[in-house]
């Protein structure tokens, strides 16, 4: 019997009610299997933590995740608490602390869910967005300086590496070129960031030499939106910086029904350090604390931590109980235009588990 170390980090929000619901969802499925098993571990870092310690994290924290197989992240965002303090302070550091550089973000329509693009069917849109995780428009470079005077300025300095481009890149292509269609497109921004954005450019056209099967081109990141929404078929994997793919992916995650069904992984490629999943949503302070939150976008993305662990079989199992779940209408949350609760949500897809091992 395997036994895989996943530390669990709720953090803010709606994050304390999913993360919860995934850990039962993770556990459900342990318990059908005669080959692993998890050994979890709670981490009750965030905006309360701050609150007490005036640091979103202890400063020994990458060390006790270090030894884990995996993390399952909620949300880092507290209302009383400025959004930069809370990033910065949990979510960038454990992605930067452990060189998680790409962020991997699947989009597809599941079934039964009413997605907004009328248009197009619903197996035209099936993206996988990579997102560069460690530097670009993120990269913390930058000042502020004359603060509260007629000169004041401030930077945030979008910084690319040579190293940093070339590995994502590299990561895209080889996931462009496992897929059926292998397409890539290189999201981009080089009429206007003259320097970085070329550089990322030339880039793309070397790394696309050691992929000759793969079919790519280049898309600035405006016409990209206009792009994901006239031609969604048009599009299979999509590469970008930080930001860029930051903004697209929430655009992504609405095209393919409701911002809580996201999922994503900060991964390291080179599994030097664990790595991170987590939906894409935040804290949502709207419906905190009410039991509305869905929790599929972190049930999919357990999926891609068993898939990223080495457990294909358990994670094309919970895929299929999230599937029978979205497919039925009475077990949508509000976000879907339902009435189904958390907890219900969670219930009904241990349930199918439990029914089908
Ligand atoms: P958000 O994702 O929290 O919420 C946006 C909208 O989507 C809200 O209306 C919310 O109710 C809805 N929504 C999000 N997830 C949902 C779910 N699972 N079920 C139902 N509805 C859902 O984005 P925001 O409002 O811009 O940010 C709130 C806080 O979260 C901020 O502090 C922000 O910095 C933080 N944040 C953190 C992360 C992260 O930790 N990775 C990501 C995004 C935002
Ligand atoms: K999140
Ligand atoms: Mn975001």
């Not at 550089?101 to 996988?128: F, H, Q, S």
């Not at 999943?277 to 935040?282: C, D, L, M, T």
């Not at 009410?290 to 599929?296: D, H, Q, S, T």
Request: glycine content about 8%; proline content about 5%.
């Amino acid at each position: 019997m395997k036994t895989y170390r996943i530390a669990t980090i709720p953090g803010d929000g709606i994050g304390k009610e999913v993360v919860p619901a995934g850990r039962q969802v993770l556990a459900a499925l342990a318990k059908t299997s005669s080959t692993f098993n998890f050994e979890f571990e709670d981490f009750d870092w965030g905006g309360d933590y701050y609150r007490i310690h005036n640091v979103m994290m202890p400063d020994n924290g990458l060390e006790l995740l270090r030894n884990k197989d995996a993390i399952l992240f909620g949300s880092a965002g507290d209302p009383d608490i400025a959004d930069h303090i809370t990033l910065w302070g949990l979510r960038l550091k454990i992605c930067q602390g452990f060189d998680q550089y790409a962020n991997v973000r699947p989009t597809r329509i599941l079934p039964g869910i009413d997605a907004p693009l009328k248009r197009c069917k619903t197996e035209d849109l099936n993206w996988v967005i990579v997102r560069e995780n460690s530097e670009g428009e993120y990269s913390g470079v930058g000042g502020r300086v004359h603060q509260g005077h007629p000169i004041e300025a401030a930077t945030d300095l979008s910084m690319m590496t040579r190293v940093g481009v070339e590995r994502i890149m590299r990561f895209a292509f080889k996931l462009a070129q496992s897929r059926p269609r292998k397409l890539l497109t290189v999201i981009t921004k080089s009429n206007a960031q003259r320097h970085a954005m070329v550089m990322w450019d030339q880039i793309a056209k070397e790394i696309s030499t050691e992929f000759p099967d793969v079919k790519w081109d280049k898309e600035l990141v405006d016409a990209s939106t206009v792009r994901m929404v006239n031609r969604p078929a048009s599009l299979d994997v999509i590469v970008a910086t930080n930001l860029h793919a930051d903004i697209l992916s929430d655009l992504a995650a609405a095209l393919a029904g409701s911002m809580g069904i996201a999922p994503t992984g900060n991964i390291d490629p080179e599994r030097r350090y664990p790595s991170m999943f987590e939906p894409i949503h935040g804290s949502a302070f709207d419906i905190m604390g009410k039991g509305l939150a869905n929790p599929v976008g972190t049930f999919w993305s357990a999926v891609m931590l068993l898939e990223h662990i080495g457990e294909p079989e358990a994670a094309a199992r919970l895929m299929k109980a999230i599937e029978h779940v979205t497919a039925n209408p009475a077990l949508h949350t509000r976000d879907l235009g339902g009435t189904a609760t958390t907890v219900q949500v969670t219930e009904a897809v241990c349930a199918y588990l439990a029914a089908h091992a």
